[in-house]
């Protein structure tokens, strides 16, 4: 197959039939579909240098994940010779609750390409099924994950340079240098750099952030919301509207201290009871990666897991069960241990120019509609 070059137009690579299979489209994605290739392999061998496992978990589930604004994809697993008998399971958005029973059995440094899936997800920087590059470590802080990112991301960097001449990422006109010394910053830092306001005061109680404080300075920016949003809503309007756009820029920025209220897994800072050990790594406007300073309180878990099922209700949300083997393997005991999932196609979108994550992908899933 011909190196042609990649489109400058990523909508026009695949034709209006979304016959990605005809050779002059295949043919138009194949310089990036190769340096894919490559990181797979450079990322292996990133991980095997350092002895890490790399592991496959199921991607059925009993529950996908608890992020109160994904939605799974479901199905039914019935048992042989017996189709009545059913049990309703989900493909996983994350291998995440398998791969920390790995580490609660002992097992200290793992790794996993996995597929994930996450319905109604489709864009430029979205699919409804894509690669996630997911790693545990137990024993290390977060930044000694953050660091590790920045070791990988270098290292594909210079691989990649070798087959196309990727000297810097570039997006809508940005640009970031993974080579030059990465921005560490704190999203209280953040807010008062992008929005002139402290977040952490609309949160005098951390567990119980107050909506009404936030609204006020929202308004003051023109952020629109809607009554009846929770002060979570109004966060990420604010966020997604006047500070992601904001970070990468130059270099990726490392965000950090995100308050206890969206600490998801990530456990609570012991130096500050207002924050959680929760990062996410960001270039040029776009989040890459989400990484933890891991929960190992099964408690806590549970609690967390059942706000969120109460908060998919008020935002009228599907909910899905808790994992209840999870918080078994919790109790049992998980060792201390930090973690990261990166999205593994919006790297590649970066490290080739590619304008869209299907750009990337050997094969995109059919659209809804025919």
Known sequence: MNDTPLSSEGSAILNNKNEWWRREELNARFPALKVRSEMFIVTRNFFNNRSFF??????????PGMEPNLTAFSTELFEPFNEEKTRRLFLHTSPEFSMKKILCGGVEKIFQLARVW??????????PEFTMLEWYRAGVSWRE???ECEELFKELVLRVSKLNGLECFEWNGLKCDPLDEWEYLSVAEAFKKFCSFDILKTAPD???PDKDLLSIEAKKLGIRFQDGEEWDEIFYRLFLKEIEPQ?????PTVLYDWPLFLAALARQNPLDKRLSERFEIFVCGIELANGFGELTDAFEQRQRFEREIQQKKKMNRISYPIDEDFLNALEAGMPEASGIALGFDRLVMLCTNSKRIEDVLWAPVVKGMP
């Open 118 to 127: 996450r319905n109604g997800e489709r864009s430029r920087l979205h699919h």
């Open 54 to 63: 790399e592991v496959d978990t199921p991607c059925l589930q009993v529950s």
């Open 145 to 147: 994950i953050a660091n």
């Open 247 to 251: 970070l990468g820029i130059g270099v």
């Open 206 to 208: 951390p567990l119980r």
